[in-house]
């Protein structure tokens, strides 16, 4: 099999690591991949919009297509490819929306009972404004498009929700992705992701995950696309995933079928779970980044199995290893914000017990250096969450690029 695997960042590094031992794949294409994918097989970089993605598989006579980004899922490329008997796996342009606009995802929570946070959702910057004058606070700010995992803001009084909306719906931070937000009441409790394999008709949920959003230690700061993760997440019990599939993975399917957005892909759920129970905060219609990193090692299944199988809507019996595994990310100085890059990353040769999966680097001549601001995941399991742990910071400091920085609290509990 011939295999184009779309995104450039840890995530899908760590899909590829999981393939590369299958000896039924004989070359895998990178769009535009990383310096981890280079080393496993072709980095594409100029097919890029749906289309160039689309003549480049049949051009080179792709079987199948592993769709990693958002952006290209809400571009509508799992559709094109559809048209042209091309074999993808992801969501359809309609069911991407469901990440792809907030407004439409929280409006869908709503109509099929999903339990999530009560919200409103604002076009007008001055109703925005108003509507604030009379809330408690906290509460939460959300833009209601794609913002790489940064446009959702907690704020705790008036004046930095002022602010926000100004960010979001004036200066457009985050382009049109602000044009429409969303405000929504602040949950209280802990965060948790949750990432299901769909054939079409079920959903087959992964282990529960636990993921750092925040740039600093003790979760302070600005948001992240995720600084590290821990699998499965140490707090969410079997009584959370009894809770979860009720009222929020069934009343989905339901909602997916009725509005007739079934797809064969995969689908995410950010969840808060608070004295109350699961509370879905979104929906990403694609795998997360870093959470796939720590999901993969312990998947039991061969990946490809997995994904034929839901192409060809039969069931699945997932299973993952009684172990832990921890991820932690190592970014450029300045991430989120201004980040500057072309720093040459050393000692890799020196890391003993993880697994390196690049993702904002790239091979300059013989050199990796960094390309934007999550540089590399460091990823490690054991029978324990301290072992796994222990195993990525002593292997962290082995690693060197100018003003590279790391939480130094993950799967500290």
């Known amino acids: 099999m011939r295999i184009l695997i779309v ?3 840890g995530r899908e590094s760590a899909i590829a690591k999981k393939l590369a031992g299958d000896s039924r794949i004989t070359k895998m294409f990178f769009a535009k991949g990383n310096a981890t994918t280079e080393e496993l097989g072709e980095n594409v970089y100029d097919a890029k919009t749906v289309v160039e993605l689309r003549d480049f598989a049949i051009k080179n006579k792709v079987d199948l297509t592993i769709v990693g980004p958002e952006a290209t899922l809400v571009d509508g490329i799992v559709d094109e490819f559809t048209n042209h008997e091309l074999k993808i796996f992801g969501a359809k342009q309609r069911a991407a929306t469901l990440e792809g606009s907030k407004a439409f995802s929280k409006k869908f929570m709503q109509t099929y009972g999903i339990k999530t946070a ?13 509507y604030l004058q009379k809330q408690k606070f906290p509460l939460v700010i959300k833009a209601s498009g794609l913002a790489g995992g940064k446009g959702v803001v907690i704020c705790e009084n008036l004046e930095q929700a002022d602010a ?18 969303i405000i929504e009441d602040y949950l209280e409790g802990f965060e948790a992701s949750i990432i299901a394999f769909s054939n079409g008709e079920k959903l087959f949920p992964c282990i529960p995950v ?17 600084m590290g993760s821990v699998a499965p997440s140490p707090q969410f019990n079997d009584e959370h995933m009894q809770d979860f599939e009720k009222n ?10 009725a509005e007739h957005l079934q797809f064969k892909g995969f689908i995410f759920f950010g969840l808060m779970v608070t004295k109350n129970g ?14 796939t990193q720590v999901i993969m090692p312990l998947l039991e299944n061969n990946l490809l199995d997995v994904i034929q199988d839901c192409l060809d809507g039969k069931e699945l019996d997932l299973k993952f290893k009684d172990e832990k595994a921890v991820c932690l990310v190592m970014c450029s100085g300045g991430y989120p914000r201004n980040i500057e890059t072309g720093f040459e990353i050393v000692g890799i040769d020196k890391v003993k017990d993880s697994q390196v999966l690049f993702a904002g680097a790239a091979y300059k001549g013989n050199k990796i250096v960094t390309a934007g601001g999550r540089v590399l995941n460091l990823v490690a399991t054991g029978d324990t969450y301290e072992e796994a742990r222990q195993k990525v910071y002593e292997d962290a400091l082995t690693i060197n690029f100018d003003y590279g920085f790391y939480r130094e609290d993950i799967a500290k509990f």
């Open 7 to 9: 995104g450039d960042g």
């Open 118 to 130: 009560q919200a409103v959702v604002f076009d007008s910057y001055p109703d925005a404004k108003e």
């Open 164 to 181: 926000t909306l100004e960010d979001f719906m004036i200066r457009r931070i985050y382009g049109d992705s602000g044009i429409q937000v």
């Open 210 to 226: 636990k993921d750092y959003k925040k740039v600093g230690n003790g979760d302070k700061g600005a948001n992240t696309g995720g």
């Open 248 to 257: 929020i993975l069934q009343p989905t399917l339901e909602g997916l079928k």
């Open 278 to 291: 699961c509370h879905l905060l979104e929906y990403n219609m694609r795998l997360g980044d870093p959470e």
